[in-house]
């Protein structure tokens, strides 16, 4: 699982050693993602919104979709064609492997092992998300999620915006013992800021834990939590275990706990979580299939502005299928 690595490790920001007196953070759910076919067929594993975790304890994240890992045979990799989206933002992050973006606000290209890429879709737009000609047509490793992050009322019409966020621009930091690896995409960990641009407030982070380390960090007030594993297996907060696939809500407490198990599979050597965490919107939420808004009028008008092709036209190069690189 390359993502991004440390060239040396002990030279990386160190995060505090919590207090001891301070609580760490109770498990509230946890659960095992069910699986699901996407875009032009690919299997993804998505642990919310679920009926264990429904929007009102994820808020203000809508979905996370976990594609891979998986080692494509050649002519067996796809993704999800040219469709629309209004009101939220989607955030992919490749760990392992490539994924193409075009979109029809000028936004795009080829996103490697480590980088993310960051579409705001706002008032609308069209975008597709393939995989490059290379891996459909060779085969190939393919590891990487996908999260939606819904925009506030006032911002649900903003105009689209993308972001290229390489691996080499994540921050980079380690526990205090310097034993983790913390990739921090977008938001703020003791100071530490990611690189992406939110428009809602969020931390974002993927942590890598060797065989029977420990991470406890303060984790941002007024913020919910939750725990993805995306290999590997460990506990979250003070004993409650968790294996690849399965997510983790916590609740009150200061802290946030994991620790990764002694004895890991040679597949998986190393517990390999994300770390999601947002100020909740307690808004109301209409959604139907890519539209997320806050009513039943507004889901209408959007799918009206798409068929009248007010959220744009699919470029050229998309109708002939051509590679943009």
């Known amino acids: 699982m390359p993502a991004v690595e440390p060239d040396n ?30 875009g032009a067929g690919f299997p993804v594993r998505r642990p919310f919104p679920s009926r264990d ?61 480590g980088a993310t890429q960051w579409m705001t879709a706002g008032s609308g737009l069209l975008h597709d998300e393939m995989p490059p000609d290379d891996l459909v047509k060779r085969g190939g490793l393919f590891h990487g999620v996908q999260l939606w992050v819904n925009l506030p009322r006032k911002l649900k019409m903003v105009p689209p915006r993308y972001q290229s966020i390489e691996s080499d621009q994540v921050q980079l930091l380690t526990s205090a013992d310097g034993s983790a690896v913390i990739r921090l ?45 995306l290999a590997g297996e460990g506990v979250v907060g003070e004993d409650v275990p968790i294996t690849e696939g399965e997510a983790i809500v916590l609740g009150a407490g200061d802290v946030l706990g994991i620790q990764a198990a002694r004895i890991q599979s040679a597949k998986t050597p190393r517990l390999e979580v994300l770390l999601l965490g947002g100020s909740p919107l307690r808004e109301p939420v209409f959604s139907y299939g890519p539209f997320v808004m806050n009513t039943r009028a507004e889901i209408l008008q959007a799918i009206e502005d798409f068929q009248s092709g007010k959220m744009g036209h699919i470029p050229a190069a998309g109708l002939l299928g051509d590679d943009p690189r």
């Open 9 to 38: 490790i002990l030279l990386l920001p160190r995060l505090r050693e919590p207090d001891q007196s301070l609580r760490t953070k109770e498990v509230l759910v946890r659960t095992q993602a069910p699986r699901f076919l996407e």
């Open 185 to 229: 995409i977008a938001g703020e960990l003791e100071g530490f800021r990611g690189p992406g641009l939110t428009r809602t407030p969020i931390t974002y982070a993927h942590v890598s834990l060797p065989p029977g380390s420990q991470l406890r960090l303060l984790w941002p007030q007024g913020f919910n939590a939750v725990v993805y594993a």
């Open 53 to 113: 975790i429904p929007f009102a304890m994820s808020d203000p994240f809508l979905l996370l979709d976990h594609m891979g890992a998986v080692e494509y045979a050649p002519g067996e990799a796809k993704g999800a064609p040219w469709h629309p989206h209004r009101g939220f933002e989607t955030v992919t992050y490749i760990v392992d492997g490539a994924f193409r973006h075009r979109d029809s606000h000028g936004g795009g290209g080829l996103i490697t092992n």
